[in-house]
């Protein structure tokens, strides 16, 4: 059969802890280290056959690990040194729910989930076993107190019965807190004892102090319930980490007041379970469901001193600048040395950052009341416009300190103006003046960007209906970004030549910002676009060819997105407003990078690259105050890794051709309604998800590449998508949905739980069938010239929900076969229901005068194979009148069917060849052919992958092997003549790859 | 999800609403009794985790009324740790049922006499972590079993709600040793996208060489210590990593396979009738003062 090997495995983290620069983290079945400096993964051991690793203690050079019912005592020395460490694995009786050494680390303790401590050597002998007599209520959560070699406390979360706090020496309960309401999930102490910190089912944090037994205060904040709970920086402080996936850092005052002073969001949909501080460095690791392990800098805000200042206007006058009462800020830019701004009265200010002095550089009196102030960094230039077609350039030494040229601009074209757009472009000022009169040209200039001289105007007559709001420059194409998400396209070498105007580009309204990406072989043009609904797309634009193509459409998650960029590192960023918040997201990896509460999208504002790569500046007014806050990249790796989906991942597939070197693209569809496009390396299973898209609205079903092109999904809400990849570009895959499936209510509720597809040959036309909760049955043609979806053929099969579909074309016949939740296989002959003639087992050209039947036949075929719904089924050709259906049942079963085409009557009858029943301990979820449909490989909810020689037609049971992803529920595979690389989803996914033997 | 869209998306939770059940799994025990007949001729039953008390109305019907025989002496006793409703026909008790004094009460109501029947539908919240969800839940089941124990008739009948998760196969072995057939039994009324099944153990024969004893010290896994079943066994040294012994049960699906499926979206829910109100009232969820903050716009971002 061959060699299976895993390559990788990405799943929840449970546990993660800090020891000298590195990262320690449980991970499924393995502890994980890491560089956090270097962000390095410096070695994966395998500590537990089966179990997950919980929970890391770590004395001296020895560390304790627990997970489950199991636990290990490794020197920690192996970690880094042995790959598998499962011959150390010892088993508990009881579930292990918090272990450390004693203070002299001759023994260790362990705390089972039945609050009982086990004290044993450090071969796991048990020297004695304590509890507090009459408390039994099962435990959520507990930690172990190591106070000296003498005294050690115990802190048990109970399901029940709130926090119980007892001492292990005596047995006796010190205290008993049941101020919480539901079970504890978590129970800190601090470390000089004063303080234990609980969480609970209700949501909020209590602090107790352990002197006097009572409640201090209750800390509320997370909108869903709290795992895991620390204290740092000296006990003054305490982080907590959520369902809700952010990660909160709340003080503690004196008087033991919880006080929260910062949130984080940091992991996906959902749940944080671990963290750790490093209190030297003042930085937190987190772990999550979705697999990623976080670095956060909690000093992020502080580090250097210099990240925020605020200004009021008193503040401004007291540096010598003369301010008239009731004169304002009207407008700013950031330059490299610091900030300038224009007032009401028309007085120029200047910031330098160095010196963090205000002075007023001059006064014209044309800029009062109205102004508009933009500018260009890299040519140390900023530029004031008003209504009156007026502008007023500066252009300043790299040092702020001189003004190098003025000059002075009226554009007489425009009888109005009250927008003029500014970029810099190859050591040249560009500028886009724009007037509100529809008669109005518009007006592009470029001139010099050092001496300001050589000024050009470029004369355009505007679009109907277009207001500017962005532009990019492209060689000599101007693109134009407007209020109403529609692009205009000039050309500065003709400008005669009618702008090519591409109207409602995105589903929102004013486009914010425009950049190009790069060009291909093709010399298609690429460029990002985003608006402020929240909407983001790349398009690719031909100038010679006069052509675009949308290649990706997408959503941020929620609120106000001001833009969007490549990052140095290829990381799309993404920047606008969330309620009162500025925030700064990386759209690629899913985390926040920064946030700013200040205040909401409703104020003057500037984000802006300060100095260098990664290094921003956020300037915004609040209350009348300028407020600067500098956000510098990041001293820490901010990912050690970026994991996948934070729920079960319902689907997975593979594209067959491979995308660059070695690497694949494959989709992953999640119960948490997002699909990810991601990049694999087939070498050594490294994932790099590069989009994550937000296009379905509720839980998915499935979904599948029907070719190199094309990839279709489907979910509840009727949602079914056709998506197209383009792989042109060296930057990234590009996907978006060019077609919808039409849905049969306005307000559709039914799911469709699968579909499947007949290529016409030669075209990107398709046959599409689609499967419903409600026992319905669709035959669609996609007509790729029209690109819509055509209506075939309808019917229903009983009223039971139907979980599978296939399309079978045998010779000249094309057979429907369902799997509804009554574990039969049912099957229609639909030869004459199809707008095509069928040969050689291909759909190849049309029928030209068709009948339409629009209802579906009666059933050719149906019989029991399952005693419960088959859950997922392979179909394999073996001639051109029998195939074999392969399939998984909740019934625990697996079977092969046979079903036979008599060619003379087209009548077509099945059978059960081989059956196995116990086929698995739980729901077989997923089957799937590999090693060229030899061996048949089944996933179940027990966590086994089996595979099974099917090269007779008949289930012979070859191996299993144990997955640590729970909730096991897809598989996909590509195979080459070599061998297979095998992906295995559920929470979690896993890579593995089957070599053959020659 | 509103409360028609509801109805239609789950034909039996609008059946139950219909019929006056508590909650829509009264059609799972309904179904496995379909299957099995294990309440054709049952005198005293045990409902545990029993809230909001769906399972004690089915059994209630199907003892006093299905069957007016004998009514005198048959007894039906329902335990939680939550308050219960009164049911026609049921003791209620508000107790855990881990602590000997439980078991004096329910032997006290039956005087005496074993119990024919012990169900459990119980289930804890789960968290997400899978593998300790389903520790959990077959450490409510070896609670419930161990009561089950201690005042189930010899050839007696129990019933309980499983996961059918990565360590079933291991409960599956254990429960053999005290039955003589365990069948993994999944209701039509049980939705198939989710793992829950329910384990029917025909046949009660306790070990003649074990004494089930209730001990306020002792925990569940105590409890099972010299009953050989299997369960690991807490000696002087923790043991190296064994697979333990892990059988598969037989499977059946009941309900008929042309019952409702709970799967299904059904259409046939007239367009204008009126949504009815659940039978049971919603609990106080513990997270309920953290969701009035939440409506008062108190967990917010803003710190």
Redesign the interface.
Known sequence: MGQLRQLSHTGPSVCVKFHGKYVLAGYGVFVHVYDYESGELISISRIFHRNKVHGLAIRGESILIYGARSVSLLNLDSLWQNADNTRFEKLCHEWVISGEHSMDGSSVFLLTSYNKVLCCDLSFKVLRTKAVYGERSILYSGTINVVSQDKVLVNAGTVMDGVLVWDLETEKTLHHFTDHEGSIFYVAASTNGRYAASCSDDRSIKLWDLHSGCLVSTGWGHTARIWNLKFFDNDSKLISVSEDCTSRVWEISEEGVLVQKSIHELHQTKNIWGVDVNNEKMIAVTSGNDGRIKITDLNLRTKSGSESSVFSLDDISQHGVELRPNEILKGFYWLRFGLLAMTSEGQVLKFDQKTERWTSIMTDSRFTSYSATSGVQELDMVVFSNSRCELLILKFSKDGDEVLETKQLHINELSKSTNCLVRGYDSNLFLVMESPNPNDPLICLRMNGTTLQHEKRFHFHKPKNFTASSFVLYENFVVLGSRTSTLAIFNIKDCKEEATVLRKILPGDTITSIDFVERNSENDCLFSVSDRDGFYCFISINFSKRTHKMLLQNRISKGFLEGGHYNAQGDFITYGFKSNLFYVFNETKHYEIFSEQCGGAHRQWRYLPNFGLDEFILIYIKASSIHFRKIHKPVYPEILRNGLHGREIRDICIRTEPYRQDKTVFCSASEDTTIKLNVLNAKDGEIRTVWTFRKHTSGLQRCKFINNKFMISSAAREELYLWELTDTFMSNPYMTVICALPSSSKIPDLRIMDFAYEIIEGTDDFILTTVYSDSAIKVWLYNSDENAFELLVSGKYQTCCLLNVALVALDTQLVLVVSPTDGHLVSWNLTQHIPYVIQNNKLVKKIEAFQPQVHLPDISERIAVHSAGIKSFEVKKITEDRFFIYTGGDDNAVAISEFVLDKGNKTIQGHVRSFIGAGAASTITSVKLIQHDMTLLTASVDQVIRYYDVSSGVLILKNKFYTTNADTGCIDSLSSTAGSLILIGGVGLSVWTLEYNQ | MGKS?KD??DLYYRKAKEEGYRARSAFKLLQLDEQFHFLDNVTRVVDLCAAPGSWSQVLSRRLFEDNVDNKASKRIVAVD?QPMFPIDNVTTIQADI?HPKTLNKIMDLFEGEKADFVCSDGA??V??????DE??QQ?LILSALQLTTCLLRKGGVFVAKIF???D??ML?SQLSFLFERVV?A?PRSSR?TS?ESFIVCLGYRPPSNWKPRLD???????FFQGCDIG????????????EEP?S?A????CGG??S??S?????DVPANSTALDPVQPPTN??????LE??RQG??????
């Open positions: 869209s239609k998306r740790l881990t804890p919240d968290t997400g972590l899978h593998d300790l520790y959990v450490q059918r998760g990565r079933i196969d599956y993994c999944k198939g793992l306020v010290n002792m925990s569940v896994e105590d369960r690991l066994t807490l000696n002087d040294e923790l043991p190296s990593y064994c892990r598969i037989e499977f059946i699906s396979l042309d409702f499926d799967d299904a979206t059904y259409h969820p513990p997270y309920k003062r953290a903050l939440k108190k967990l917010t971002r803003a710190v």
